[in-house]
């Protein structure tokens, strides 16, 4: 059993950055795909970012690439999303989640998190 937890969201400018964490919990977190996902009001969950179980494999929406960075940390059992140059319609609900095989899309990912909100004001 894996269990996540989001922080770190909040409001800011556009322009403005923040760092989303998700701290992991289990045996087995470390050997997971880590995405994070965001779902704004009234539309569908969407991918955003994942890391593979070591790191070593990053994967990024276009919407948000060269913006956002993820990175993880296992000895720590974190994962985090450095946003940088954020933009209104990034405005969001964002999830963390993980899976065996995680990469895109969200029937891949077994764990959620309950999300953290992200709101950019222009």
């Known amino acids: 059993q894996v269990q996540l937890v989001e922080s770190g969201g909040g409001l800011v400018q556009a322009g403005g950055s923040l760092r989303l964490s998700c701290a992991g919990s289990g045996r087995t977190f470390s050997s997971y795909s880590v995405g994070w996902f965001r779902q704004a009001p009234g539309k569908e969950r969407e991918f955003v970012a994942a890391?593979?179980?070591?790191?070593?494999?990053?994967y990024y929406a276009d919407s948000v690439k060269v913006r956002f960075t993820i990175s993880r940390d296992n000895a720590k059992k974190m994962v985090y999303l450095q946003m940088n140059s954020l933009k209104p319609e990034d405005t969001a609900v964002y999830y963390c989640a993980a899976g065996a095989r995680g990469m895109y899309y969200v029937p891949e990912y077994t764990y959620w998190g309950q999300g953290t909100q992200v709101t950019v004001s222009s």
């Open positions: 890391v593979s179980w070591s790191g070593g494999s990053t």
